[in-house]
């Protein structure tokens, strides 16, 4: 019988590797990067000298955010198979808004951070007294903002499919994905305060539920992988 677990072990590690690149881009991008995530927005400060200033880092930190996004598309590649053979219609609900749309939010995300950079080099060429490039990074960095909580969203659309589809198939313990549904509701709430502008900083304590398990149910698939009797019999069902 195939146990899948060479699909465990990828989606865990992939997982956890989304996780990692995730944390080391906010940390290594800066304040740039991270301030909508802690819902303290750059207000009232030089951002083109911070970009100017920071672009190094801010590249950097755009790169692995970009490779954040890699991680987690390329995950979904790996659990569709099980979970199709329980719900077709949920499998890919998963690799559309956890894969494909989620992605394409990672994209643009990056694509918008390195933007930025290449306008505050020129802000700084011309003599840093050009008011378009002052506006057009402005609304640039504010749409970036806005980006993010649409991304999230997204990303918990997928979630919810693929939460449900563990706890349907019992491929992890259900506890695990009880958890996971948990973290949605609170990651959703803070998705819609920082899409309302209405974050003070909570949301980011908020999404602290979520954060934790995904790095256990990372790390349960690289160790654990999927439960074989889930496994058989799904296999029965399918056939």
Excluded: H
């Excluded at 996780?19 to 083109?48: A, N, R, W, Y």
């Excluded at 930025?116 to 007294?129: P, S």
Aim: proline share 2%; charged share 10%; glycine share 12%.
């Amino acid at each position: 019988m195939n146990t899948y677990r060479k699909n465990a072990v990828m989606a865990g590690v992939l997982y956890f590797l989304g996780t990692v690149f995730g944390v080391l881009g906010g940390v290594i991008g800066g304040e740039v990067l991270s301030s909508f995530s802690f819902g303290k927005p750059l207000v009232g400060v030089d951002l083109f000298g911070i970009l100017n200033k920071k672009k190094y880092r801010i590249t950097g930190g755009s790169f692995l955010y970009l490779m954040m996004g890699v991680s987690l598309m390329a995950m979904t590649v790996f659990l569709y198979p099980i979970f199709r053979k329980d719900s077709e219609e949920l499998a890919m609900g998963m690799v559309l808004f956890r894969g494909a749309l989620e992605g394409t939010y990672y994209f643009l995300s990056t694509l918008g951070f390195l933007v930025l950079v290449l306008l505050g080099n020129e802000y700084i060429t011309t003599g840093a007294d050009s008011a378009a490039l002052q506006s057009m990074g402005n609304v640039l960095y504010w749409f970036q903002g806005r980006l993010a909580p649409t991304g999230t969203i997204l990303f918990l659309i997928g979630a919810v499919c693929l939460y449900i589809s563990f706890y349907r198939t019992r491929l992890i313990p259900r506890w695990l994905s009880v958890w996971g549904f948990i973290g949605v509701v609170l990651y959703m709430a803070s998705a819609l305060l920082k899409f309302f502008n209405l974050d003070s900083g909570i949301g980011f304590y908020l999404e602290m539920v979520l954060a934790p398990q995904e790095i256990v149910m990372a790390v349960w698939l690289i160790v654990k992988g999927f439960n074989r009797s889930a496994i058989a019999a799904l296999s029965v069902n399918s056939d």
